[in-house]
């Protein structure tokens, strides 16, 4: 099959780290030791990811040891090392994940938490300790025991972390939605999962605007039976609220299984805390699927798995610290909170915001880095693109000289916004886009504090991460598209699905494209250097004419146009074949005319090939998201094709498909 011409590998070296910053780092210092522990000599990280992947047990041992996990490993490092899935890594290990995050007890600072209206938190590590203890007592009288669920309808707000921590210190599951989540949304997931405790607020902020989430709690209660206590928790939002919003059970009050937080916790302040110890593949999250094609897959993690993963990034890819301020704009809906929480193992505090990043002002966030001095600065692509379309430069704004590490997830990076970071943000810093995702709650590709970043390129596969790109055929290849695949098995493979007894369900979803090896399913090419550079889902890339032309493509070329604030592109079946249409949010005050029209053409004809020249191009007034913000291509082409959109409740705005229906151009 014919495929399109990728664009030249990047070139341009945008920042190069000094050989003194190199040796300082901790993967330089995990290289040396493991050339002394192995007797091998390593020139760099990729000589290092050579070794990690031929010999996963004793890479994944180190990673224990060198990060000085809590718990027993055992004496096995890997069984069935070549059975994917199958594989088990240490069978015989013991340990607790909230022990590993709660392992300081100081009065420095775990947790700052900030949002739109200016409120302001500050939580101790001895203070998160003792909050963990009094909830998880709480938690334990109330009946939860090792295996149950307990669930969050919850901010991203200290309270979601507290009672995370406390849940995983028993044994219990732990899993989220954030309170934007519409009822039924909630309840396509917690309904599966069966949660024993639900803990949530009242109401949430955003852009300005309060809204009282009481009546969906309801809602949700009525039709999660397994909900024996409902924990309200007091959300203080700035004056936001309207009289009892703010902490009052208001009619929820009528409930049986509600109660307040400080009722729940009555009687419990000052209990120890005690960690159950627990096997390495114990489950410790049941993170979400998107969930447009039908109900959401319940996607288990295990807490060894994670742990190891999060630790590895954070310490090695990331080069995070103890003491420095770790900060990523997630909500409790997205696997880079549980990212985010993790680096309370490595000691470094949590900065976390809730509200619209772009409120009070487009630069909220950069404030926000510039108050708390904030050391790695995490966002989305779409963020960053947000902030060039707008002409915002931070840079003149605010002291940005404590971030060293910006981080950039959710979409693929163009290289426009590489040259926006270096040029708006800071000059001297380490741009990391990384990607991997809810499947694996990690990454596959991701920072390397030791490497040049070249514009327009991730950076490196994770250490112990198999990661390659092969064709149709099954064959590897280089500086071609294709699809991401990870060879061989790694930790953070899914326990499983949750309710697929047998397995099926998690085989057919990474492992039936290849056979025994895992398929993500992004469609990517790796440069001749060991970069990546990913240009869309496998299942929203277009075919014309029997072309695969990755979408992300065409978002280059279109989204820079000052008229387009942002697209969204789809195949069309049509007249046997598939024909590529373009649909266009326009900028303020813009008109899609036939002059528009033939620049949009002639820049992606000219800049990627004329394979991808859209057959047609629409305006309309909005794009579809999913809860965590990544556009839904696949819903955007079953409206389109006649196809019922199985889950509307898995996007945040479901109104924008209607812009879709029946449009008359897309007929002829």
């Known amino acids: 099959m014919e495929s399109a011409q990728p664009e030249a590998s990047p070139d341009r070296v945008l920042y190069q780290p000094s050989p003194e910053q190199v040796a300082s780092t901790q993967l330089d210092a995990f290289r040396r030791r493991v050339e002394r522990e192995h007797g091998l000599q390593l020139a760099d990280s990729a ?14 041992r180190l990673v224990w040891e060198d990060s000085g996990v809590l718990g027993e490993p055992g004496g096995v490092d890997l069984l069935n090392p070549h059975a994917m899935p199958g594989a088990r890594f240490f069978p015989e290990a013991r340990l607790n994940f909230a022990e590993n995050l709660l392992r300081r007890t100081d009065d420095g600072v775990a947790l700052i938490y900030a949002d739109e209206t200016g409120t302001r938190e500050r939580v101790t590590f ?61 309840v396509d997931r917690f309904g599966q999962i069966e949660p024993r405790v639900l803990v ?55 409930h049986a299984a509600a109660v307040s937080l400080a009722d729940f916790l009555a009687g419990h302040e000052g209990a120890a805390l005690r960690f159950t110890a627990l096997p390495f593949d114990h489950p410790l999250y049941v993170l979400y699927s998107s969930g447009t ?54 000691g470094a505090t949590l900065v976390l915001y809730d509200g619209n990043p772009m409120s009070p002002t487009h630069t909220a966030l950069f404030e926000l880095a510039e108050r708390e001095r904030i050391n790695v600065f995490g966002t989305s692509a779409k963020y960053i693109d947000a902030l060039a379309k707008q ?71 994770g250490l112990g991460m198999d990661v390659q790109v092969w064709n149709d055929e099954g064959a590897r290849v280089i500086d071609e598209q294709g699809e991401l695949v990870c060879a061989t098995p790694f930790p953070s ?116 090939s004329p394979r991808h020249v859209p057959a047609k191009i629409l305006a309309v007034a909005g794009i579809p998201r999913t809860r965590s913000g990544k556009i839904s291509e696949l819903s955007v082409r079953r409206v389109v094709t006649g196809q019922a959109v199985k889950n509307v409740e898995a996007l945040a705005n479901p109104e924008a498909l209607e812009f879709y229906k029946d449009l008359p151009e897309l007929s002829e």
């Open 200 to 254: 949530t607020v009242p109401g949430y902020g955003y852009g300005g605007k309060y809204f009282d989430i009481r009546p969906k709690i309801a809602e949700v209660l009525a039709a999660v039976p397994s909900i024996e206590r409902c924990v309200l928790a007091p959300h203080d939002l700035g004056g936001l609220g309207k009289d009892d919003a703010l902490s009052g059970l208001g009619p929820l009050a009528e």
């Open 391 to 461: 002409g915002v430069v931070p840079r003149e704004e605010h002291d940005l000289g404590s971030v060293r590490a910006v981080l950039s997830t959710g979409s693929p990076l163009v290289p426009e916004s590489f040259d926006y970071v270096y040029e708006s943000i800071k000059a001297d810093v380490l741009l990391a886009s990384i990607s991997g995702g809810t499947d694996i709650v990690s990454c596959f590709v991701l920072g390397d504090p030791t490497r040049p970043v070249r514009r327009g390129a991730i950076q490196a596969k």
């Open 47 to 60: 000589a290092l990811h050579t070794w990690s992947v031929q010999n996963p047990g004793p890479f994944w």
């Open 293 to 346: 094609t039908g109900k959401p897959k319940c996607i288990v993690h295990g807490a060894g798995g994670t742990l190891l993963q999060h630790l590895k990034e954070h310490r090695l890819h990331t080069d995070l610290r103890a003491d420095e301020r770790l900060f990523y704009f997630s909500t409790c809906g997205w696997m880079m909170w549980n990212w985010l929480v993790s680096g309370l193992a490595v």
């Open 126 to 186: 001895a203070q998160l300790r003792a909050q963990v203890a009094s909830m998880a007592a709480a938690l334990s009288a109330a009946g939860v025991v090792q295996g149950d669920r307990v669930a969050g309808y919850v901010p991203n707000a200290p309270i979601a972390v507290r009672a995370m921590l406390a849940a995983a210190s028993l044994g219990a599951t732990w899993s989220s939605c954030s309170p934007d989540f519409g009822s039924a949304g909630v």
């Open 493 to 608: 493979m899914p326990v499983g699905f949750w309710g697929d007894d047998d397995g099926s369900r998690y085989r057919a979803a990474y492992f039936e494209r290849f056979p025994g090896v895992w398929c993500h399913g992004d469609f990517t090419r790796e440069t001749p250097d060991g970069g990546f550079v990913i240009t869309g889902r496998s299942d929203a890339v277009l075919n014309p004419g029997g072309v695969r032309i990755g979408t992300a493509e065409i978002y280059r070329q279109v989204e820079r146009l000052a008229e387009i604030q942002e697209a969204i592109v789809i195949g069309q079946p049509w007249d046997g074949d598939v024909r590529v249409v373009l649909f266009v949010v326009l900028a303020e005050g813009a008109t899609l005319d036939d002059e528009l029209r033939a620049r949009i053409k002639r820049e992606i004809r000219q800049n990627a």
